[in-house]
Structure formats: structure tokens, C-alpha cells
């Protein structure tokens, strides 16, 4: 039978997929009455540029804790939990937003807020499917989870923007509320019988067995070079990719219509459509080598912004350029946490997981620095140029590692 029906009869996963919709279009009415409400308040993109920074303060903080708890602790009570502040904290948005309150400090509070009880709730997330799914299936689970988010984020604008024509826009945040509501039903029912059987009896939590649990999972990554190069090679990327795609893209943009926004929505949403196209391909797709997945990912991405490095002077190039280093975007995240699942030892997969998003926020932040004092100061074809070179490069170096590691294995294996 095939596996992706498989799925969808295992009711656990059901429900977890079920939160995870309702969630992803809560978080888009959010997103979009966000960035609307406080453009009209401040008039001010540096404003709106600072909105990511309390998130990935609040992950570089709380992911690591986030991480021990979800292998100490039942990883359906944390993501209950952690739906429930969200709760609150989308209330508060809008109530900030009903009366009229434009205080820019309030707001990015609330932004951390929220990426403290994300760091809590993802590596629960990624522990829990670890629990409901047999690891064979692990794959096309995770890749169904990333289908949906992608089509929702695609799909979601546009109905959002006809809601926010009739009612006041503070409505959408107790829309997102509304969700997270949902979200807590189907998660509240959801049944991890086996890992909440076997965390029941933790001990309580000092800082000194934050500090041991947090050594256990870095010296486990150690051992596993497979692992360590799997999270080193799918995060480097990130060095280029986000300064190309928040400050190369809108440039791009400009420079292809002079200022006309609807091209640089035009460019997101094939970027976008090109997600989406990955992420269908990667739900029916097998394979064990997860790093080399995650260099074809790259490839895709350095061959993508090759081609925008053109765009400015042949405009359909740039449209394609964007969906090809789309396609590769979920090449690169779904084998990523599927080997974490599969190959990290059940009492550190939290912890791996949340290692693996502290290398992320890492390399983001240090592009989007990059970004403000050097490379976003670059014209927009030689950011894509040598942002394409510098993944070709990477990706190469990764193919050698991995053509090498696969002998080695061979070898052994013939021994």
C-alpha cells in the first residue's frame, strides 16, 4: 500500500496535520494585519525590517531549552502549551490594534513572545511525529507537513486580503487566535502514548541538568558525522540565501519595472511556486542519503540565482530563475529533519533538532548583518552572481565529502 495513504489513515498524524493547517492560516492572518498595521502607523521600512530580530533573539535563547524539554517531557503537553500562550499573545495584538496603540516597542514584545513559544513548540513538534509515524514513513510525513505550509502561504493572501476589505483589520489577529484554538483541540487529543510513557517519571529540571542534557546532545552530534555534516551543509546556504532573498529580490524587482510592486510579488510567487513543486515531489520521493538530498537542494538554489543574475537584462529569466532555486528549497528542510529523526537517539532528537535551528538563526542573522553593512550595498546582479558561485562552491565541497564517506562505507561494508 502506498505510504502517503498510510498516513492519512494514522489518525495521530491526522490530527497533527490538522493543527498544523489551522495554525499556518492563523499565522498568515497574523503576518499579513501585522506588517499592514504597523506600515500605516510608522510610515517606516527600517521598522518593518526589525520585526524578525525579537524572533531570532528569542530562538538564539530558548531553542536549546526548547530542545531538552521536548526529549525530557510529554512533546503533546509542550505544543498544547505553547499554543495556549499564543493565544494570549495574539489577543493582546489585537486588542493593541482595536484601540488604536502604535507603539512600536509593544509590538516587537510581542514578537519575541512568540518566538520564545515557537523554540518551545517546534522541537516538540519534530518529537511528536518522531512518536506517531514508523520511520519509514518519516520522510513522506514530513514532506506533507511542508506541502501544506507552502500551499497555505501561497494560498492564504489572497483570501486574507478580501477578509481584510470587510471587517477591521484587528480582526484578523483573533482570526489567528481562533486557530491556535483549533490547534490545541486536535493537539490535546493527539496520542504520543510511547514517549509520554516514557517521560512521565522525569525529574524535575535545575540548571545543572539543562546544562548536562545540552552536553549529551552536542556530544552525540559528535559522534555522528553523518548528522554534524548534515546540519552544517543545510544551514551554510543560509550565509547568502537570506540576504538575496529579502534584499535581492525586492532590488531585482525594481530594477526590472522601476518600482512596479507586483513584480516583486510576481518573483515570490514563483519562488513560491517552486516550493510548492519541491515539496510535492519530495511527499513521493525515497532515499537515504540525506546529504546528498540536501546538496541537490543547494544546486538547485546556486543554478536559480545564476539565472537572476540575469533578470535585470532578460526578464523571463529572472521569473524562472526564481522558481528553479524554489524547487530547491524543500530538497533542503525535509531531508534535514528527517535525519534528525532517524538517525539522533530518541532522548536527544529534541535537542539535535533545536542545535540544528540555533545553526540556522545563526547563519541568517549573520547574512542579514552581511547584508546591511556590505553585500546589500553590491548591485543586484553581482549579489546573485557570486551568492550562485558561493553554493555551487559549497555544494561541490559537499558532493567530495559525500562521494567519499559512501566509498568509505563500501569499503567497510566489503571488509
Same mark, same amino acid.
Given at each position: 500500500?502506498?505510504?502517503?495513504?498510510?498516513?492519512?489513515?494514522?489518525?495521530?498524524?491526522?490530527?497533527?496535520?490538522?493543527?498544523?493547517?489551522?495554525?499556518?492560516?492563523?499565522?498568515?492572518?497574523?503576518?499579513?494585519?501585522?506588517?499592514?498595521?504597523?506600515?500605516?502607523?510608522?510610515?517606516?521600512?527600517?521598522?518593518?525590517?526589525?520585526?524578525?530580530?525579537?524572533?531570532?533573539?528569542?530562538?538564539?535563547?530558548?531553542?536549546?531549552?526548547?530542545?531538552?524539554?521536548?526529549?525530557?517531557?510529554?512533546?503533546?503537553?509542550?505544543?498544547?502549551?505553547?499554543?495556549?500562550?499564543?493565544?494570549?499573545?495574539?489577543?493582546?495584538?489585537?486588542?493593541?490594534?482595536?484601540?488604536?496603540?502604535?507603539?512600536?516597542?509593544?509590538?516587537?514584545?510581542?514578537?519575541?513572545?512568540?518566538?520564545?513559544?515557537?523554540?518551545?513548540?517546534?522541537?516538540?513538534?519534530?518529537?511528536?511525529?518522531?512518536?506517531? %509515524? *514508523?520511520?519509514?514513513?518519516?520522510?513522506? $510525513?514530513? #514532506?506533507?507537513?511542508? =506541502?501544506?505550509?507552502?500551499? @497555505? +502561504?501561497?494560498? /492564504?493572501?489572497?483570501?486574507?486580503?478580501?477578509?481584510?476589505?470587510?471587517?477591521?483589520?484587528?480582526?484578523?489577529?483573533?482570526?489567528?487566535?481562533?486557530?491556535?484554538?483549533?490547534?490545541?483541540?486536535?493537539?490535546?487529543?493527539?496520542? %504520543? *502514548?510511547?514517549?509520554?510513557?516514557?517521560? $512521565?517519571? #522525569?525529574?524535575?529540571? =535545575?540548571?545543572?541538568?539543562? @546544562? +548536562?542534557?545540552? /552536553?549529551?546532545?552536542?556530544?552525540?552530534?559528535?559522534?555522528?558525522?553523518?548528522?554534524?555534516?548534515?546540519?552544517?551543509?543545510?544551514?551554510?546556504?543560509?550565509?547568502?540565501?537570506?540576504?538575496?532573498?529579502?534584499?535581492?529580490?525586492?532590488?531585482?524587482?525594481?530594477?526590472?519595472?522601476?518600482?512596479?510592486?507586483?513584480?516583486?510579488?510576481?518573483?515570490?510567487?514563483?519562488?513560491?511556486?517552486?516550493?510548492?513543486?519541491?515539496?510535492?515531489?519530495?511527499?513521493?520521493?525515497?532515499?537515504?542519503?540525506?546529504?546528498?538530498?540536501?546538496?541537490?537542494?543547494?544546486?538547485?538554489?546556486?543554478?536559480?540565482?545564476?539565472?537572476?543574475?540575469?533578470?535585470?537584462?532578460?526578464?523571463?529569466?529572472?521569473?524562472?530563475?526564481?522558481?528553479?532555486?524554489?524547487?530547491?528549497?524543500?530538497?533542503?528542510?525535509?531531508?534535514?529533519?528527517?535525519?534528525?529523526?532517524?538517525?539522533?537517539?530518541?532522548?536527544?532528537?529534541?535537542?539535535?533538532?533545536?542545535?540544528?535551528?540555533?545553526?540556522?538563526?545563526?547563519?541568517?542573522?549573520?547574512?542579514?548583518?552581511?547584508?546591511?553593512?556590505?553585500?546589500?550595498?553590491?548591485?543586484?546582479?553581482?549579489?546573485?552572481?557570486?551568492?550562485?558561485?558561493?553554493?555551487?562552491?559549497?555544494?561541490?565541497?559537499?558532493?567530495?565529502?559525500?562521494?567519499?564517506?559512501?566509498?568509505?562505507?563500501?569499503?567497510?561494508?566489503?571488509?
Amino acid at each position: 500500500m502506498d505510504s502517503s495513504s498510510v498516513l492519512w489513515k494514522n489518525r495521530s498524524f491526522l490530527k497533527l496535520w490538522l493543527a498544523q493547517l489551522t495554525a499556518n492560516v492563523g499565522d498568515q492572518c497574523y503576518s499579513f494585519a501585522l506588517l499592514w498595521y504597523l506600515l500605516q502607523a510608522t510610515k517606516s521600512g527600517t521598522a518593518l525590517s526589525l520585526l524578525a530580530i525579537p524572533e531570532m533573539v528569542a530562538g538564539l535563547l530558548f531553542y536549546l531549552i526548547g530542545g531538552v524539554l521536548a526529549d525530557r517531557y510529554s512533546p503533546r503537553l509542550l505544543m498544547v502549551g505553547a499554543d495556549v500562550a499564543r493565544i494570549f499573545v495574539a489577543i493582546g495584538v489585537g486588542i493593541m490594534a482595536a484601540m488604536g496603540i502604535e507603539q512600536f516597542a509593544f509590538f516587537l514584545v510581542a514578537q519575541f513572545l512568540l518566538g520564545l513559544f515557537s523554540s518551545l513548540f517546534q522541537p516538540a513538534r519534530t518529537v511528536a511525529l518522531k512518536s506517531v %509515524v *514508523s520511520v519509514e514513513q518519516l520522510g513522506r $510525513a514530513n #514532506a506533507i507537513l511542508d =506541502t501544506t505550509f507552502r500551499t @497555505v +502561504r501561497i494560498a /492564504a493572501p489572497l483570501t486574507i486580503g478580501l477578509i481584510a476589505a470587510a471587517v477591521p483589520l484587528s480582526t484578523l489577529f483573533f482570526v489567528n487566535a481562533a486557530s491556535y484554538m483549533l490547534s490545541v483541540v486536535f493537539l490535546y487529543t493527539l496520542r %504520543v *502514548s510511547l514517549h509520554d510513557q516514557a517521560t $512521565a517519571s #522525569a525529574a524535575k529540571m =535545575t540548571p545543572g541538568q539543562y @546544562v +548536562r542534557d545540552i /552536553a549529551e546532545g552536542v556530544r552525540e552530534l559528535r559522534k555522528s558525522r553523518l548528522l554534524l555534516l548534515v546540519l552544517l551543509f543545510s544551514n551554510m546556504g543560509f550565509l547568502v540565501w537570506q540576504v538575496c532573498y529579502s534584499v535581492g529580490f525586492p532590488f531585482l524587482a525594481e530594477r526590472i519595472q522601476q518600482g512596479d510592486g507586483s513584480t516583486l510579488a510576481m518573483l515570490m510567487g514563483f519562488y513560491g511556486v517552486g516550493n510548492l513543486l519541491g515539496s510535492l515531489y519530495m511527499s513521493r520521493a525515497y532515499y537515504t542519503r540525506y546529504l546528498l538530498v540536501i546538496l541537490i537542494g543547494w544546486t538547485l538554489q546556486a543554478g536559480g540565482f545564476l539565472l537572476l543574475a540575469t533578470g535585470g537584462t532578460v526578464h523571463w529569466l529572472a521569473f524562472l530563475g526564481a522558481a528553479v532555486a524554489g524547487v530547491g528549497g524543500p530538497f533542503i528542510g525535509i531531508p534535514t529533519v528527517t535525519a534528525i529523526q532517524i538517525k539522533a537517539a530518541s532522548s536527544s532528537t529534541g535537542k539535535i533538532f533545536a542545535i540544528n535551528m540555533l545553526i540556522f538563526t545563526f547563519f541568517s542573522m549573520l547574512s542579514s548583518s552581511l547584508g546591511a553593512i556590505w553585500l546589500g550595498s553590491w548591485p543586484v546582479e553581482q549579489l546573485f552572481f557570486i551568492s550562485g558561485l558561493f553554493l555551487a562552491a559549497m555544494s561541490a565541497t559537499g558532493f567530495f565529502i559525500d562521494q567519499r564517506n559512501s566509498r568509505q562505507q563500501h569499503q567497510s561494508a566489503s571488509v
